[in-house]
């Protein structure tokens, strides 16, 4: 099953490929030539799963892109306030080359303008055995998870064609900013503007910031949290230059564009969102990137201040439901069948905020079952708080799994998942149990032989009745009295003294007993099935309540008819009561072993 994210992208990719406008950028005879056609999104979540379409692993030079990282490896270096004596944070509304530098220190607005980032790349010192950009480099390639290079190409094109960056770099050194030869970090910049990246490195950069510096896929420990926290604050009031406010009311994210066509976008503690498509607005980012990253935030419901709780999945747990059956006692046949296919009906928990990347975790995982589950409980009963887009995407994954046959259920009091979900065939249950037992028996009827889920169950075909004679059941079967009861009312109660034995032959009961003041649900008992031995043993009557679940009808050989045969047919009596205690002996094993499994309910 696809994905409903994997399905909203290449959807999204298809109408925004149409997009004509801007041209590659001109600026760099090297760049001027990209191919305008090339076009990716990737999506990339905190837990290293990355969501890819369109051309993903075609390589460009992340250029104006490299800026947060090389400040962010600055304050790492440095700490804050020596990096704030060189660079400062405030948005300046102008274009990335200006010269926007304060008339008193000549210190550049911020980090993201080229003379802010030249500035920030002289603070990068060498140091275990790699100079200033080899350390840059290094730090580009652990953000992405893989080593990168550099484009000679693009390098040798930037360098011969920087005249405005060398005069902001010599500008900066006649401020102090720079404290040496400018040349140095004005190439540094150049070859760092050079790096290689595809989409798909740049989406586990982003990820990489929203998982508060530790590389999703690798573990390992990129950038502290301080440096991140203060990457992210400038990204999202100074990333995209003179069209910062416009973005962060309209996108609400973190983000950097560069003039290669990359773009990037960070929803913090979620995932990192990135565009490749090289033709280019009057801002100098990429036009497709832009409207790619304006329909996500808006249909996905990404804006920074819905984001969900950080770090805490939205799935709690996945099992078959033979590790947490319904207690409704099956015959040997059914059994085998719940046996052999559990696997097939799988449980999910899910809990905490279902926002977008809750509802992203839980589509994912669906979509990742294996092919031969055909049934799936949703059990919401955890969920805190959900929006619009999350019960869109659990819609689609719904459409999606009921494909083919196969059935959802979900597990909620009333809300709003149950009203999104639960239309047409997809039922709703308050209880696991019940939406279990509904799973069991759906099983049993797939994959069981026909016939051997039963409506109605005459007394020659009880199977506690199996080891008597044709002859013997006959005679049971005569002495037995008719029992009619409606849904709820109580056939056996607690401490009731033995009555007989009780032949159901159509609907259900319910089995229940009172521990602690508080009553649990033991069993369903449907056609075929018998109850009342028990009281039989237990000095003062059974403490066990029987309830009818819906109409029910019985067949009762009562204990005075019993008492008749023990006295006039003692042969007849003894194999009653031998078949009586085989069937016994066989449902306790069969509740030992459900006592074995969790109590989830």
């Excluded at 009555?499 to 007993?513: D, L, M, N, P």
Aim: overall charge negative; hydrophobic content about 40%.
């Amino acid at each position: 099953m696809r994905s409903p994210i994997e399905s909203y992208l290449r959807e999204l990719h298809r109408e925004l490929s149409g997009l004509k406008d801007g041209v590659p950028f001109q600026g760099i005879p090297a760049m001027a030539e990209a191919d305008p056609d090339d076009f990716a999104i990737c999506l990339a979540t905190v837990d290293g799963h990355v969501y890819e379409v369109g051309d993903s692993r075609t390589e460009f030079t992340i250029q104006s892109i490299s800026k947060p990282f090389t400040y962010g490896l600055a304050l790492e270096d440095l700490g804050a306030e020596a990096v704030d004596r060189k660079v400062d944070v405030e948005p300046c509304g102008d274009a990335f080359n200006e010269i926007s530098l304060s008339r008193e220190t000549g210190r550049p607005a911020n980090p993201m303008i080229n003379a802010g980032a030249i500035a920030a790349t002289s603070l990068i010192k060498g140091s275990g055995g790699r100079d200033g950009f080899g350390r840059i480099l290094a730090a580009y390639s652990d953000f992405a998870g893989r080593p990168l290079s550099v484009s000679e190409r693009v390098y040798s094109s930037e360098s011969k064609t920087g005249f405005r960056n060398r005069a902001l770099a010599n500008l900066l050194r006649g401020f102090g900013i720079i404290e040496d030869d400018p040349d140095v970090p004005v190439e540094n910049y150049f070859r760092q503007c050079s790096v290689l990246v595809d989409a798909r490195d740049l989406a586990l950069m982003a990820a990489t910031l929203a998982n508060g510096g530790r590389q999703p896929v690798t573990g390992k420990r990129v950038l502290g949290l301080d440096a991140v926290q203060r990457m992210l604050s400038v990204m999202l009031t100074c990333g995209m230059y003179d069209d910062a406010g416009a973005w962060t009311s309209a996108v609400g994210l973190p983000a950097k564009s560069g003039v290669g066509g990359g773009l990037i976008a960070v929803l913090p503690g979620q995932l990192g969102i990135s565009v490749y498509s090289p033709p280019l607005d009057d801002h100098g980012s990429s036009v497709r990137g832009i409207a790619a990253s304006q329909r996500i935030a808006a249909e996905m419901g990404l804006h920074f201040v819905q984001a969900a709780r950080i770090g805490r999945s939205a799935i709690r747990e996945q099992y078959p439901v033979t590790d947490a059956p319904s207690g409704v006692r099956r015959s040997q046949e059914a059994a085998d069948v719940l046996s052999a296919h559990g696997h097939r009906a799988q449980l999910v928990e899910l809990h905490g905020d279902l926002l977008f990347a809750g509802a992203e975790s839980v589509s994912r995982h669906v979509s990742s079952l294996p092919e031969d589950v055909e049934i799936l409980l949703l059990d919401v009963r955890k969920v805190d708080e959900v929006n619009d887009v999350s019960l869109r995407l659990m819609q689609d994954l719904r459409a999606g799994f009921e494909q083919d046959g196969h059935r959802l259920a979900v597990i909620d009091h009333e809300g709003r998942i149950s009203e999104a979900l639960c239309t047409g065939v997809t039922p709703l249950f308050a209880r696991r149990t019940d939406a279990v037992e509904w799973a069991e028996e759906l099983l049993i009827e797939r994959h069981g032989a026909p016939g051997l889920v039963k409506d109605a169950v005459a007394v020659p075909d009880f199977p506690a009745l199996a080891p008597l004679s044709a002859e013997q059941v006959e005679a049971l079967d005569a002495a037995m009295e008719d029992k009619r009861y409606d849904d709820g009312e109580v056939i056996r109660r607690s401490g009731q003294k033995f009555g007989g034995i009780y032949f159901i032959t159509s609907g259900k009961v319910a089995t229940s007993t009172i521990h602690h003041g508080q009553r649990f649900k033991h069993a369903t008992l449907g056609p075929g099935m018998t109850f009342g031995e028990i009281a039989l043993g237990v000095a003062g009557g059974a403490p066990v309540r029987v309830r009818a679940q819906g109409p029910v009808t019985l067949r009762v050989l009562s204990a005075e008819a019993i008492a008749r045969f023990e006295r006039d047919d003692p042969i007849l009596a003894l194999s009653f009561w031998k078949a009586v205690a085989s069937d016994a002996y066989t449902r306790v094993e069969q509740n030992l072993q459900e006592a074995a499994v969790r109590v989830r309910d």
